[in-house]
């Protein structure tokens, strides 16, 4: 069985400063995790993921993120917010078995806010 | 490749009238996801597809939901007898099923029972 939780459901940063949203999972076999957005009323796009060899991820819109086995967490780190990145993000989880390839455990998301 | 296609985007029933939605996949990929999101939570699985094969349904995915793939090409979601707790946003995604192959999503089709 997989899960995913997302620490705060809502995080507040100014425009410039570190974004950071945490992520823990757990997982019975060897995990693929992701990051999606979502902004209002759309679907889901991938930011970057994580399956195989170096765990420093890095995605678009000069997001990335660290797999931590030890600590079984995969946080989202920016260094500088952009007013565009508010928006809803998604950690997620999928199993290493070929059934699992594709279907996806989700977090419950972490809603940006970026203020001037 | 236009990405993946949901119609309709939105859809307002009343209780108890049956709806289908559909959802046309990017063409190369043979694996079909359907999920259901509902105000402020993340995403769950109901169900996915290789190619025309229902692979697996969740538990959430009750006798009244019925997926079909036919030709392993586009899907559609039918709800019969619709309830208030089936409004929600109802996305669909494709890969190619592959280990590191990404999920693709439509925009949903947000689903509001009256």
């Known amino acids: 069985a997989q899960s995913v939780t997302q620490l705060g459901s809502h995080v507040s940063v100014s425009e410039g400063a570190l974004v950071l949203l945490r992520c823990n999972y757990s997982?019975?076999?060897?995990?693929?995790l992701f990051w999606y957005v979502q902004y209002p009323n759309q679907g889901l796009q991938l930011l970057l993921k994580?399956?195989?060899?170096?765990?420093l991820v890095k995605g678009i819109n000069g997001f990335e993120a660290e797999f931590k086995k030890s600590e079984t967490s995969f946080h989202l780190t920016k260094p500088s917010a952009h007013m565009s990145d508010a928006a809803e993000y998604f950690c997620a989880v999928s199993g290493g078995k070929s059934d699992s390839w594709g279907k996806l455990q989700f977090g419950a998301g972490t809603q940006v806010v970026v203020t001037p | 490749d236009t990405g993946v296609s949901q119609d309709p985007r939105h859809k307002i029933t009343k209780r108890g009238q049956n709806v289908t939605f559909r959802c046309d996949p990017i063409?190369?990929?043979?694996?079909l996801y359907w999920y259901r999101q509902t105000l402020g939570q993340g995403p769950e699985f109901l169900t996915y597809f290789q190619n025309e094969a229902q692979l697996e349904k969740s538990r959430l995915l009750s006798d009244r939901f019925s997926a079909e793939r036919p030709k392993g090409s586009f899907s559609t979601l039918e709800i019969q007898r619709t309830e208030q707790g089936d409004s929600a946003m109802y996305l669909c995604a494709s890969s190619l099923g592959t280990a590191v192959s990404e999920a693709f999503f439509g925009q949903g089709t947000r689903l509001t029972v009256v």
């Open positions: 063409s190369e990929h043979n694996r």
């Open positions: 994580y399956t195989t060899g170096a765990t």
């Open positions: 997982s019975s076999v060897p995990p693929y």
